[in-house]
Nanobody, 128 residues
């Protein structure tokens, strides 16, 4: 069993920064990919970014490129999402998800239905 726990959300003004953390436990994660997704009220859960644990391959959705950075600390079994230049439209609950993918491709890792393990989410609110 895999457990994921997000932290680091909060209220920030537009232009500010937050760093989200996703701490994983339960097994060795060297073969897992981890994705960040966000869900705003009344909207579908959307892909934000993803990273492999072992190779560090990364994908971002276009709207966060240049503003968000996903990274990992294997020693701490933790994946981070550094969020800079935040905009009111970034307001959402942010979830991390994990799973093993034979092929780490954009088509696969951007699909929320491919992930079996999810955290409980952390709220990010950006005021204008």
């Amino acid at each position: 069993q895999v457990q994921l726990e997000e932290s680091g959300g909060g209220l920030v003004q537009a232009g500010g920064s937050l760093r989200l953390s996703c701490a994983a436990s339960g097994r060795t994660f060297s073969s897992y990919a981890v994705g960040w997704f966000c869900q705003a009220p009344g909207k579908e859960r959307e892909f934000v970014a993803a990273i492999t644990w072992n190779t560090g391959r990364i994908y971002y959705t276009d709207s966060v490129k240049g503003r968000f950075t996903i990274s990992r600390d294997n020693a701490k079994n933790t994946v981070y999402l550094q969020m800079n230049s935040l905009k009111p439209e970034d307001t959402a609950v942010y979830y991390c998800a994990a799973d093993i993918f034979p092929i780490f491709s954009r088509t696969v890792v951007t699909d929320k239905n491919k992930y079996n393990y999810w955290g409980q989410g952390t709220q990010v609110t950006v005021s204008s």
